[in-house]
């Protein structure tokens, strides 16, 4: 192969390509808000009903009130973006309330487990894509993330500070949750 030989180069991203992985990171990240609540939702289900376990309870329902939050901003952001809604919806909302149920019957400690696992693997997710944002020019909806991300670490570290590294079968536990969110979000790149 002579050095004149054409090479293939990719093409640069373009304001349409941009429009579209704007639109995918939108779909994707109100599908994992609706799955937080969900996780919340379940796991505030098996406590709440239980007079000792007030406490986690309430910091569930602080949370969960954040998720939520942030599931209205992107509910805005799907209509903003005219970005088409994941069509697994229905499965990771029944996928968040099993796994928050689950891991709440387990105790605390799991409970805690679940979260710190989930809000890894999800401001990770935040600060790339506040990156590729901040790349593209779209600097407002890199701050919001950004600001997201602040708000998922808070409950990762609260998580941690409650013991959810003492749960149960942690490192297997973490693991599973971790590569559970891991491939719910290739997924629902696509679906």
Known sequence: ????????????????????????????????????????????????????????ARQLEEMEADEQRHLDTFDRLIFERNARPTALAPIWSMAGHALGAATALMGEKAAHACTEAV??????????????????GEDELADLFAKFREEELEHRDLAIEEGAKQA???????????AGCRVAIKVTERI
Do not use: C, W
């Open 1 to 56: 192969m002579s050095d004149a030989t054409p090479r293939f180069t990719p093409p640069l991203p373009g304001k349409r390509n941009s429009a579209r992985r704007v639109e995918e990171m939108v779909r994707v990240d109100h599908a994992g808000e609706y799955g937080a609540v969900a996780i919340y939702q379940g796991q505030r289900a098996v406590f709440k009903s239980l007079p000792h376990k007030a406490r986690i």
């Open 119 to 136: 809000e890894s693997v999800i401001e990770q997710h935040y600060a790339s894509q506040v990156e590729e944002l901040r790349a593209m």
């Open 168 to 178: 149960p079968g942690y490192a297997l536990l973490s693991k599973a949750i971790e």
